[in-house]
């Protein structure tokens, strides 16, 4: 198929990759020659017909403040009582707890809540539900859709110091855990005991499981060991009136009435906050082998992908792709170097990742960066690129596509010098109509958050989003969890 | 180790099993000489501390009829003029709709419907929702815990009639289809394009795919492919009010807001019926290896899966066991041939998984058997075998143990020549204080139905339990889906 590829050194085997290992194998590809044609603009023919109201400019943008309470001194004085050294009000230790990772969503909370327990949420949550104060709980404040900082002044509750692992069985491999462990530090535990976590991604290093599993993280591994619906095996929540709901399983089967972890896995701390985790660790592979190939069209790239999956079925573990802007970008910015075309270099396996893991850090280096997350038929899924430059023509410094292919989803990222309403107006909703079109999901992995809770109608029907509605309701009668998120304005 | 074993003759590849082959290896192991020792009686030393006021032995019966409406003969107008032909009324066709595949509970409805559509279902359950008529849905009815059989004269909802596949993408390996599609007949439908259904068991021949997923089925292929709640994509459903939820996504990954068809995993149809289902199938494997080995105990059947499980990895895809007991069994109700002992008979792939998947049928023969579906900690699971023989004495026509090395997953039977009432009281709830003890679950993959309802709080806290009232209540606020199933009486 004249594939230009690149082996990593592997610590364990050497070049016997893409054959019966049945361990370990990761492939991993670049797209090369995709060159942005001026392909002719597509008319925005997708017809919105879910019934949004709002001008599609501003759905994204924050509502009104809901009528919740404003925190007293008498608060402040309870938490104080509770949590000696652990309720933060000092302005600049607040800043960044207020604003996301990308700088692109700010709040203007004044107390920051450091519990270590459960017994401690609990009590939290019991005082604000009956005080009707909201809370925004806050894991590692890794995500991308405004879904982890509060929108005007609610509490910030933060996982930050529940962070101990209470147990390892190194028979089973079920790890049970703290909400507010770090996934790098998991893995490095586990690691040690010859196990891994079912779930890696980029921001590894800072995220907690608590917020991985409230947002139902995908990341690099899904395609062998499967979504967090199936390796979570049990959930610790303090739902919003303080009481403590006890799923913590450590069984892979059980069929003892409703799954309710269920309901709290991916939704955002809306409905409970997790405050600890019983995972599914599979063992660690005995070897890693990674190969990054260059593909000159994306149809080879779909191509190679098929005969992988063939010939590795499930020990593959992940298919990833970049296109050749993104590639520039890491470049331009991190100075990383192409592999196919720099052939004299010697690539190890973790260079070879970071790549991959190193684009939303290029990313924002360029400027605004308008993100999009969306799941597609696999085949569909670099067409919307194409389609985005084509429509988007010289507004956009740059449009970029990377992502999951074993999974069918793409990251679109679309980049400008600043934030630019004119071409924000001229990606939406054309991009979550053309992804509706297909019955593509507008949001694969990140959740909807603050940004995208006005968009649920482009892959939900009503009859859905109503029911949601009506667990909101049930489960949190007075709003007071993750206020302004996941669900529509007209919901809350 | 010293273990005996027997590889089946295979069609693909000859015998280099256990080794590196990427595809399919099915491990399968026969306990030999776990002989039953008069072991000393354990005492009842359990105390059942989750608030179950009534008395033990009668938790699995029928409770007093709820007050709904009785079906009149405008009732039977109106279905009759909805499913001419369709509707249901002869007693003699109804007697096997009424009775549970093992012939221990039976309903008396008069009327089966069998709609073909899901229209059909919506509007039979509108007008039975208006009426304030009880509904039971049923597939297959091969259920082992009374939950798709009436209890009292509720209207038998059937899918039978809903056996069409809506589609399938040989590409992705999704497959939808209507909830009444039979498992084996999806299983030769994707065979035939080089695909095989995620899971398989041995009821294959009759039961419902629709069915499957309202129990979260687990079966034989979980180790390897995982559960449903990661298999399955999407769901239609028709709610107890008729609407139709309409959440028959095909994508991998879709992070819009509530997972809403997890709640319809596994709750028996008592939130709504299954209509549809959208399903992930993976490659038919190319080589499938089948081994039967004999342990001389359990602790070395153990060490056999640790070390299978180190060398292959996730392309396991069952680790099942029997005991000698079961063996006996087969041999003398089946006709069966243990492949241990009879070394000169030659055994097809096909023959072994036989001897594991007739066991239910050989039980029948035995007169009445008591079943138990138990998760424990994998070190856990013959130890319960071993001290319910020592509990029950002489009691017991047979106690024997099989199932799920793999996922944990013991079935416990126990065997008698009729019902015994002194026998039930002798075995439970001891069995379910002793899974309650080792934080097992009461049912692995069974569900509660209707004989397990009352013993939810051995694996569930009260909190959880109290909170599935509230879904029930909100999703079938009369009650008309399935009563008297999978939630405790006190809640309906």
Not at 49 to 73: D, E, H, I, W
Not at 111 to 132: A, D, F, G, H, M
Not at 293 to 319: H, K, P, V
Request: glycine letters at 10%; proline letters at 5%.
């Amino acid at each position: 198929m004249g594939i230009f590829q690149r082996f990593a050194r592997l610590p364990l085997k050497p070049l016997c990759i893409w054959s019966l290992c049945p361990q370990y194998s990761t492939a991993f590809t670049v797209g090369r020659g995709l060159i942005v044609r001026s392909s002719q603009l597509i008319q925005h023919r997708y017809v919105h017909s879910r019934g949004l109201g709002a001008s599609p400019g501003n759905l994204g943008a924050a509502p009104p403040r809901l009528p919740f309470s404003r925190v007293t001194q008498e608060d402040l004085a309870f938490f104080k009582t509770l949590l000696p050294e652990r309720t933060i009000t000092d302005p600049d230790l607040l800043k960044s707890c207020n604003v996301d990772w990308l700088k692109t969503v700010e709040g203007n909370s004044e107390v920051l809540l450091r519990p270590k327990t459960t017994e401690e949420v609990s009590q939290i949550l019991r005082y604000c539900n009956e005080r009707n104060l909201a809370v925004c709980p806050q894991g590692g404040n890794t995500g991308l859709v405004g879904g982890s900082v509060p929108v005007f002044d609610e509490i910030i509750l933060s996982t930050s110091l529940m962070n101990q692992v209470i147990t390892f069985d190194n028979i089973s491999g079920i790890l049970t855990c703290q909400a507010g462990c770090v996934l790098e530090n998991l893995s490095n535990y586990l690691e040690e005991r010859d196990f891994i976590m079912p779930l890696d991604l980029g921001a590894k290093g800072s995220c907690h499981i608590g917020g991985n599993v409230s947002t139902n993280a995908g990341g690099l591994r899904l395609l062998r060991y499967g979504s967090l619906r199936g390796t979570v095996l049990g959930l610790e929540v303090v739902l919003a009136d303080g009481r403590v709901l006890n799923c913590l399983a450590t069984l892979r089967k059980d069929n003892t009435g409703y799954d309710l972890k269920q309901l709290f896995i991916g939704s955002e701390g809306t409905l409970g906050v997790i405050t600890a985790v019983s995972i599914l660790c599979p063992r660690k592979p005995r070897a890693v082998n990674v190969a990054f190939l260059g593909c000159s069209s994306f149809q080879q790239l779909l191509e190679t992908f098929q005969c992988c999956r063939g010939m590795l079925g499930e020990i593959l573990s992940a298919f990833e792709f970049l296109d050749a802007s993104c590639m520039s970008l890491l470049k331009k910015h991190l100075k990383l170097t192409n592999p196919i075309t720099e052939l004299k270099i010697l690539f190890h396996t973790q260079a070879l990742w970071s790549l991959r893991e190193r684009i939303t850090e290029a990313l924002t280096h360029e400027g605004y960066t308008y993100k999009y997350d969306i799941s597609l038929p696999v085949e569909k899924i670099y067409d919307l690129v194409q389609d985005m430059r084509g429509h988007l023509g010289g507004m956009a410094k740059n449009v970029v596509g990377y992502g999951h292919v074993g999974d069918g989803n793409l990251h679109l990222n679309i980049t400008s010098p600043s934030k630019d309403p004119v071409l924000l107006a001229a990606i939406e909703p054309y991009v979550y109509e053309w992804t509706s079109e297909w019955k593509g999901s507008i949001s694969a992995e990140h959740g909807l958050g603050l940004k995208k809770r006005n968009y649920i109608y482009y892959s939900k029907p009503s009859e859905a989003v109503a029911l949601m509605g009506s667990i909101k309701a049930m489960l949190d009668p007075k709003g007071i969890l993750n206020p302004y998120k996941t669900l529509p304005d007209h919901i809350h």
